[in-house]
């Protein structure tokens, strides 16, 4: 029996997506988002590794050391190209996490705001000058 392209096809649905950073040096980027950020490694391959994948909570990124420049200069910041986007609960979880990366010395490219559409957000620069926003609810 096969399949035919009468029939509708329901569209499959998407559960989670994880965004892959291109890093210039793993070991430095996994402490960050290990001890800076609190994620957990989940795994790393490799000998030394060069890919891996890490978890807060139920969000996942992963990393992929790239030696060579992936981006033209400059271009992240100017044009606010975002790596990855983090949805965080609540108003005050966004704001309890903005303060435990404050504390911890991030380097913050936007800092904590309530922006004009109604999410709280704020935007983390990692070593390797990926941007990664962080968002939750106004209220």
Known sequence: MTETADAPAAKPPLRSAEPNLVVRDFATSRAFFVDTLGFETVFAYGE????????????LVNLRLVCDPVFVE???????????????????????LFLEFQA???????????????????????????????AGPAT
């Open 74 to 96: 400059g271009i992240r910041e100017r044009e606010e190209i975002l790596g990855a986007s983090f949805t965080v609960g609540t108003a005050a979880d966004t704001k309890a």
């Open 104 to 134: 911890a010395g991030v380097d913050f490219f936007q800092t904590l705001r309530q922006e004009p559409w109604g999410a709280r957000t704020f935007i983390v620069r990692d070593p390797d000058g990926n941007l990664l926003l962080f």
């Open 48 to 59: 030394p590794p060069y890919y891996g994948q890490f978890r807060r909570g139920s969000a």
